[in-house]
């Protein structure tokens, strides 16, 4: 008999749509009780932004991907791991040899797989000139070309991990992009995007106590913001290192991200994690090797 995550991916070998996180979310919903889905937001073409909900303790941890569009094995990788983690506490099974009934009685998870599907989809299928909406801008911002598989943007052309407002003007002269394009042009103003905006008030609505936003590539995790991190945010990141190989990194010359804000605005543990090595987008061949690193991370940030 199939497992559940083979049932998720055997009609998606090569990619991960939001076609795909909707009928897995539905799978895991339908299977198990102990999640739960809510629509945080809509993308500018209509698609639901999700939340998708784990445990029931006080304290609160957050994960996401796909901020960026080329980056969506994030998402694929994301929702193995609800999955995983909510078999083995409906079934009273272990994740890396660690039981988790405990401690998912004492945190909740909320992970948002997919922040920004229009990308995802624009990057996996491209944009056909017969029924897509932005085919001729999007033709334009791609300087000329139908290949968009390096694309990072949201359907507007706006990186949405440059998006929020920490530094969100010093990002911008930064960056020097006066307009839409594949990515880094961080909008004409801050949450400017419904994708952010989404992300920005589901955040301030729940209040996490940690927040991890999970992007390809480089096996590394970012920690600190300008010195708005907490004293235990060095020490916290090692720990995620230890877990899973990965290399905490201070970053400095970098504003406006997810992370960034985060940290700037509650004072709380917020980290980038780079998974995974090589050229985005990264290839589903390598998801499992990736997944074996990863999920030992993930199950960590729970203890956050």
Same mark, same amino acid.
């Given at each position: 008999m199939l497992m559940l995550w083979e049932v998720l991916i055997i009609y998606s070998e090569q990619s991960f749509t939001h076609l795909d996180l909707l009928e =897995? &979310?539905?799978?895991?919903? =339908?299977?198990? #009780?102990? &999640?739960s889905a809510h629509v945080i937001g809509e993308s500018?073409?209509?698609?639901p932004i999700l939340a998708v909900r784990c445990g029931s303790g006080p304290r609160r941890i957050h994960i996401n991907g796909s901020f960026h569009a080329n980056e969506w094995i994030t998402s694929a990788l994301l929702m193995r791991f609800v999955a995983d983690l909510s078999a083995a506490y409906c079934n009273e099974e272990r994740i890396a040899g660690q039981q988790v009934g405990d401690l998912c009685k004492q945190v909740t998870l909320w992970t &948002?797989?997919? &922040?920004? /599907? *229009?990308g995802v989809e624009l990057v996996q299928r491209g944009a056909s000139p017969v029924n897509h909406p932005f085919h001729k801008?999007? !033709? $334009?911002?791609?300087g000329g070309s139908n290949d968009f598989s390096s694309w990072k943007a949201n359907i507007r052309g706006v990186d949405l991990n440059d998006q929020f407002p920490a530094y969100w003007e010093e990002e911008c002269k930064r960056r020097g !992009?006066?307009? /839409?394009? %594949?990515? *880094?042009? /961080?909008? %004409?103003? %801050?949450? #400017? $995007? %419904?994708? @952010?905006? @989404?992300m920005a008030h589901f955040t301030e609505t729940i209040g996490f106590d940690a927040v991890v936003a999970l992007h390809t590539q480089g096996r590394e995790i970012y920690w600190n913001y300008r010195d708005? $991190?907490?004293? $235990?945010?060095?020490?916290?990141?090692?720990?995620?290192g230890q877990a899973s190989g990965y290399e905490p990194v201070k970053l400095s010359g970098s504003d406006a991200g997810y992370k960034d804000w985060f940290i700037q605005h509650f004072r709380r543990p917020g980290f980038t994690v780079e998974a995974g090595y090589g050229e985005n987008p990264l290839p589903m061949s390598q998801f499992d090797s990736i997944y074996v690193e990863l999920q030992p991370l993930l199950l960590e940030a729970l203890r956050l």
């Open positions: =897995g &979310v539905r799978q895991l919903t =339908g299977r198990y #009780s102990f &999640v500018i073409m209509g698609k &948002v797989p997919m &922040v920004n /599907p *229009d801008q999007l !033709i $334009e911002w791609n !992009i006066e307009g /839409p394009g %594949p990515r *880094d042009f /961080p909008g %004409p103003y %801050p949450l #400017s $995007e %419904p994708e @952010a905006h @989404a708005y $991190e907490p004293a $235990e945010a060095e020490q916290l990141a090692k720990k995620l």
